[in-house]
């Protein structure tokens, strides 16, 4: 019966348009949409392919090779000394990166959460402000710390691009475990003491179990975006050795660059989705196994 | 047994309600290593940037800045000198300083209405490829941003792709990397349209479909529905979109490098090109402190949201 009534009342909606029935097929949204990803994706994809092209163009075909890759003697990812230690450099960077700002910005989450007394505010703040200044003006100050007041005392390149780029990522892994902390609560820890658990060991056996989920998210993001940076980076670079990936790239996109750049972007992208990829799965299994937890710590950043 | 007594005599020495099992010393603890370091990189750096702002310049010796660390020493004729140029007619600060805003403000409309859309679809009307649509929104911010800049760069070029589409209409032999405006502002828009669009759908995606089917039983049409409904419960997430997306774009210079020319170079381009300049640190220092000025509104507009949602959840 309904069906028979319905019908008509569906195809006078058709016509008069789409904002009508907000549970009718949008078709041009859905173009939209679609457009959208072809343009933002697109254009990778292309760069993509390009790095595995036979000739010295990044936009015209000419046969496939991994030229680029491996089979240049010089200018190939493989064998250019200076894009080996580029990379080194770019995955030296994440990794000092993540092992300091995630344990810091942990601990300093499970501090802000439990301790509500004016300097934590004030401490919290500042961390929140560090997340939302833009990147360049806090590398531009950095930059003007190392070269006067610390001058001597953190020389430009490496140890600079390190401290910078800490600087820069703590606030993430804070933002992320703090969520996690704001939904778990107090509560499992004070059953945990209740039944005899020292403080210390509350946090080590029921409270790191349950923010783990978190912690991870905050290595793959800050791994990641590490990875990724450049605006830290180059404001504070030293000697050509501490030049990182995407430091290449931009120099060498200002000259004439070869699909070799294109293999070194790629080579970041690769790694960058692989991290974030593992981190997520991992992250999923984890969050199955203790429930409540979906992809959200992923989404916020 | 003992563990629990030592625990309850605590309970007298903390003040904090939810630290009653813990000494006074123990969350504090926690703190301290990370607010060390954020008190030296990152409140430190400010200060000193004050000092060489407001310090003086040697040029007998190459121009290298003079900080003045006391504030009672401060001068502020370098800065005042700087700041000058924006507004005394040298059009070689002016004229990336007034780019910058309309660069801004046209590509963050662009992404505003795009991203809307977008978020819109996938999270009101995708069904099946909810997943798919999600993933690919997202993977943008998982790839660098010069590299995603350096793939339009090959496109754009004299002999690209882009052209060669484009000829029919008689552009083909525009050079679109010569320093066109709606090159560069397209480019801010394709590099930070992600961050618009994650937190609208998130926003867009929690809005529950009982109050818009409540919308429609009342009488509403379905765009009535969308202006008086859905728009006002997603503004929270259009005005941090907003944010997120203009404070980057205020500091951005590699976009133009990569994609424009001197023609079309921006407020981050005058800071970046210090470096090498003579006197530049002390110039780069007050641009950087005008910079602060001009991104500070946004930036305490988005602490204060986020405080506020966090006191709501």
Redesign the interface.
Known sequence: MSVAVDAPAARTVTTRG?????WR??RV??G??LA??L???L??V??VI?SFNDGRS???WQGFSLRWWTQDQTDSLLHDAAMRQAMAQTYKLAAITVLVAVP??T??A???D????R??RM?N??????F???????G??????F???LNGLVPLGTPAQM??L??FQ?SYP?VIVRARL?SIG?EY??AA??L????SQAIRRILLPLISPAILASVALVF?DV??D??TVAALSGPASSET??QK??AA??SS?TPE?NAA?TM??VT??FV?AVGLLLYRRIGRVQGGSNASD??Q? | MPEIGRGASRLAKSSDPGGVWYPSWYWPSFLTPGSIWLAIMFVLPFYVVFAVAFGAVDFGNFGAPVPYYAPWWWSFDTFNETLSKFYAGSAFYQEPLIRTFVYVFSATVICLVLGYTVAYFAARSATRYKGLILILLVSPLWISYLMRIYAWQGLLGSDGPISFMLSPFGLGDTNWLEGLHVTVVLGLVYGYIPFMILPIYASLDRIQESLLEAGRDLGASGRQTFWRVTLPLSRPAILAGIVIVTLPMFGDYYTNDLLGSTKTSMFGNLIAEQRTQNGGSTRMSSLVLILAVIVLVPMLYYLRETKRAAEQA
Do not use: C
Request: proline share 8%.
């Open positions: 789409y904002f009508k029935n907000p097929r949008p949204l859905q939209v949409t959208y990803l343009w933002s994706l254009p990778v292309i760069a390009f990044r936009i015209s810091l910005g601990l300093f499970i501090g802000v439990r301790w509500h007394a300097p934590a401490a703040f500042t961390m929140l402000l560090s939302v200044v833009p990147e360049m003006i806090l531009v100050s950095l930059y003007i710390l070269t006067n007041l401290l910078g800490i600087t703590l804070v704001l107090p820890e004070e003491m209740d005899g658990a020292t403080p990641a990875v990724d450049f605006v990936l995407a790239i931009y996109s200002r660059p750049v972007a970041m992208l960058t989705l974030v992923f989404m950043l």
